[in-house]
């Protein structure tokens, strides 16, 4: 397993956009397929979006396609979650996941690292 710690969670209006990062530390990011879920109180955590470890392939559910973007540096142990054209349901809490063991990105218990969480909200 390694540490994941989320950053760049916040307040923004109704199609605004917002950037998260997670920074990998304990092990090199490129060994690890990495993830980002969203929960909110009294629903299960769901799958966001995903990366390949060297980024070549990316997986989004229908929710988010096309607005929102993940991405990675493995130089730098991070991953990116680019969130464009926010909408109000897409207030949760988001977390970063990591995986280095063959993986069904969209199913929650495949991830073994998770991070803390980032609040977002979206409203005017």
């Known amino acids: 397993q390694v540490h994941l710690v989320e950053f760049g969670g916040g307040l923004v209006q109704p199609g605004g956009s917002l950037r998260l990062s997670c920074v990998v530390s304990?092990?090199?990011?490129?060994?690890?397929?990495l993830g980002w879920f969203r929960q909110v109180p009294g629903k299960e955590r769901e799958f966001v979006a995903g990366?390949?470890?060297?980024?070549?392939?990316?997986y989004y559910p229908d929710p988010v396609k096309g607005r929102f973007i993940i991405s990675r540096d493995n130089a730098k142990n991070e991953v990116y979650l680019q969130m464009n054209s926010l909408k109000p349901e897409d207030t949760a809490v988001y977390y970063c996941?990591?995986?280095?063991?063959?993986?069904?990105?969209?199913?929650?218990?495949?991830?073994?690292?998770w991070g803390q969480g980032t609040q977002v909200t979206v409203s005017s």
């Open positions: 304990g092990g090199s990011s490129a060994g690890y397929s």
């Open positions: 996941a990591a995986e280095n063991g063959p993986l069904d990105y969209y199913n929650v218990a495949n991830w073994n690292s």
């Open positions: 990366i390949s470890r060297q980024g070549s392939r990316t």
